[in-house]
């Protein structure tokens, strides 16, 4: 597992297609962070994965390991108790029964029990949600936060980034908010 150095840059990768590479700008104690499954289109393995694992994307969502590295930490979206309590989504009490037994089952048989394995503290949940009115934050959008919360200090670059895809998400918001931390030199765009 890859320890955070004080001089340790976070590239934050998003899954747009990739126009230009920013490879020569990694050094070795910096951390690639990337999203469920990667965008093929950029080739960085990640450092840190964040994965959106509620109850219908563990049913759909398929792991690509090429694009992990062998010291990857995994960052879940919710906890168990997140999912059984249905403290972020309104889900039916059948589904979150099956969730506490398909879950376990879904990350043995992704082979992510093979990483140290994370969960995003719900504060932060609680933070961007409050930042959008009250909708559900993207996945990127928790990293990011995470990110800058947790290691104030450090550099934070995000890349492909287009703040579009599932229509559940606050897109307008959420350009709006990363706008606002670009500008007061929050996270930097590359």
Same mark, same amino acid.
């Given at each position: 597992? %890859?320890?955070?150095?004080?001089? !340790?840059?976070?590239?934050?990768? &998003?899954?747009?297609?990739? *126009?230009?590479?920013?490879?020569?700008?990694?050094?070795?104690?910096?951390?690639?962070?990337?999203?469920?499954?990667?965008?093929?289109?950029?080739?960085?393995?990640?450092?840190?994965?964040?994965?959106?694992n509620g109850y219908t994307q563990i049913r759909h969502l398929v792991i690509e #390991?090429?694009?992990?590295? /062998?010291?990857?930490?995994?960052?879940?979206?919710? $906890? %168990?108790? =997140?999912?059984?309590? $249905?403290?972020?989504?309104?889900?039916?009490?059948?589904?979150? +029964?099956?969730?506490?037994?398909?879950? /376990?089952?879904? +990350?043995?048989? !992704? *082979?992510?029990?093979?990483?140290?394995?994370?969960?995003?503290?719900?504060?932060?949940?609680? #933070?961007?949600?409050? $930042?959008?009115?009250?909708?559900?934050?993207?996945?990127?959008?928790?990293?990011?936060?995470? +990110?800058?919360? *947790?290691?104030?200090?450090?550099?934070?670059?995000?890349?492909?980034?287009?703040?579009? &895809?599932?229509?559940? #998400?606050?897109?307008? =918001?959420?350009? *709006?908010?990363?706008?606002t931390w670009v500008k007061t030199g929050r996270i930097i765009t590359i």
């Amino acid at each position: 597992m %890859k320890t955070v150095q004080t001089h !340790s840059k976070f590239f934050i990768i &998003g899954n747009a297609d990739e *126009q230009n590479s920013i490879a020569h700008l990694i050094q070795h104690d910096d951390i690639v962070v990337r999203f469920n499954n990667p965008n093929p289109n950029c080739t960085l393995k990640a450092d840190w994965i964040f994965i959106a694992n509620g109850y219908t994307q563990i049913r759909h969502l398929v792991i690509e #390991h090429q694009f992990l590295k /062998p010291e990857t930490q995994i960052f879940f979206r919710y $906890s %168990k108790k =997140d999912i059984f309590y $249905s403290r972020y989504q309104n889900i039916p009490m059948h589904k979150r +029964i099956k969730y506490l037994w398909r879950f /376990p089952k879904w +990350i043995k048989k !992704s *082979q992510l029990d093979q990483y140290f394995i994370n969960t995003i503290p719900s504060n932060i949940y609680r #933070h961007c949600a409050d $930042s959008l009115g009250f909708r559900q934050p993207s996945t990127g959008l928790l990293a990011i936060d995470y +990110i800058c919360q *947790q290691y104030p200090k450090n550099t934070v670059y995000i890349h492909n980034f287009t703040s579009e &895809g599932w229509t559940g #998400h606050n897109w307008d =918001d959420e350009k *709006q908010l990363i706008h606002t931390w670009v500008k007061t030199g929050r996270i930097i765009t590359i």
